[in-house]
């Protein structure tokens, strides 16, 4: 697994235990999703909060499937993300959360909803931090 400034010094199974933490949150949040998109035709429940998932993801570094847990990205924006950050000359492309406002299909709404998922260098958080594995 890729590593930033934030799981540096983590071991194996302290990173192993953060992925395993998203992996459960997105399971939850497609599992809501299709009981009530079963019971109330199609209507889409809302995306686990943050302070459930009690984690954070680096769009500095996170994959193209990473980025899709994260509430209203898909496919799509996703690969903005990745397009975006591969594109710019500074490193990390994303330092904080005004920078995410440059991709195309994020403005300062989606960027608000997208904040408490998301970890920047210049933040200290005290969750995991997920991206890239």
Excluded: C, W
Excluded at 18 to 36: D, E, F, H, K, P
Excluded at 77 to 102: C, K, M
Aim: charged share 20%; glycine share 6%.
């Amino acid at each position: 697994m890729a590593s930033d400034g934030h799981t540096a010094g983590k071991s194996p199974p302290q990173q192993l235990a953060a992925r395993a933490m998203l992996t459960i949150a997105a399971l939850l949040v497609l599992t809501q999703a299709v009981l009530v998109a079963g019971g109330n035709r199609g209507t889409v429940a809302p995306a686990i909060d943050a302070e459930s998932a009690k984690l954070r993801l680096n769009p500095n570094i996170a994959s193209a499937s990473e980025l899709q847990l994260l509430p209203r990205v898909g496919p799509k924006l996703a690969q903005n993300i990745i397009d975006y950050r591969e594109s710019v000359a500074t490193t990390p492309a994303f330092r904080a959360l005004a920078d995410l406002q440059n991709v195309p299909r994020i403005g300062p709404i989606t960027a608000e909803r997208l904040r408490p998922f998301l970890s920047f260098p210049s933040e200290e958080h005290d969750e995991p931090v997920l991206g890239a594995g």
